[in-house]
């Protein structure tokens, strides 16, 4: 697919992140808005996925580890034809298959039941440490938040993604600077990544831009370096496409209301 039809893709599931958060009147617009792209990148362009046949085994997978930015995974799933657009308007209902955060068991496409963070990058390693047991050709991907890279869970998984040279396994990190009791560097710093994710073992492939999707695409399509997993460490900005959410701590978990929803759609429309 083109730079330009993706790009399409990329505001057309901004604007359904913001008519599900704003239905619901809850949810995670800002870090799903930034994730944007490493998400329409995988699925649009570089995963081998086909809606049509969503449990086949030699399927890639998808653990959005950072579960509540599930709007934008929803988003692309539902533009990508896995389930009718129509279900957005379900987004976090009672008895929904789109709930707050992602159920595997309710959601078609959605490869991992994620939301306690730390969690999801540990069930990524699991997934490619199947896959290299049995032989099947999937690659792995999993999506980490910068604030969730706080738990002890991501540098145990990381540790073991790196004894077990899980060279099919590639991790996302939305880096936005911001979380949900504010940024990065006052609730806990995180260092020197880069270094750190390197010392861990991984690969790792660092964009000033990640959202960028050329940039993002280029970099996915990097091929595995044998024995080692790989880290995509994206520089995002948390809101990213809403001139009044972007680099906005306060939009982590609140919902914009009609008159909000109304400007944040109209700045989207191109």
């Not at 540098?155 to 790196?162: G, L, T, V």
């Not at 006052?186 to 270094?195: I, K, Q």
């Not at 690969?203 to 990640?210: F, Y």
Request: hydrophobic share 40%; with cysteine.
């Amino acid at each position: 697919m083109d730079t330009p039809a993706l790009k399409n893709i990329c505001t057309q599931v901004r604007r359904d992140i913001i008519n599900m958060t704003a239905n619901a009147g809850s949810g995670h617009p800002g870090g799903s808005l930034s994730a944007v792209e490493m998400l329409v990148a995988l699925y649009f362009d570089v995963m081998n996925v086909d809606p049509k046949n969503p449990s086949d085994p030699t399927r890639d997978r998808l653990v959005l580890s950072k579960g509540h930015a599930a709007p934008a995974l929803y988003g692309v799933l539902g533009e990508k034809g896995y389930f009718s657009t129509e279900e957005f308007k379900n987004f976090r209902q009672l008895h929904s298959i789109l709930q707050g955060h992602p159920d595997a068991k309710k959601c078609p496409g959605v490869d991992a039941s994620t939301g306690s963070l730390g969690q999801g990058i540990s069930i990524a390693v699991g997934m490619a440490l199947g896959a290299k047991a049995t032989n099947n050709p999937c690659h792995v991907y999993a999506i980490c938040g910068d604030g969730e890279l706080q738990e002890g869970l991501v540098w145990e998984a990381s540790m073991a993604a790196a004894h077990y040279g899980l060279d099919n396994l590639t991790v996302l990190v939305d880096n936005n600077g911001l979380q949900i009791d504010g940024s990065n560097d006052e609730v806990m710093s995180l260092g020197d990544l880069n270094a750190k994710f390197t010392a861990f073992g991984y690969r790792v492939i660092e964009l000033g831009d990640g959202n960028d999707i050329e940039a993002v695409i280029a970099a996915l399509k990097i091929p595995p370096m044998k024995g080692k997993p790989t880290l995509i460490l994206c520089h995002t900005h948390k809101g990213k496409g809403v001139s009044f959410m972007e680099d906005q701590v306060g939009w982590h978990g609140k919902a914009p209301n009609e008159e909000q929803r109304a400007q944040a759609l109209k700045e989207l429309e191109g």
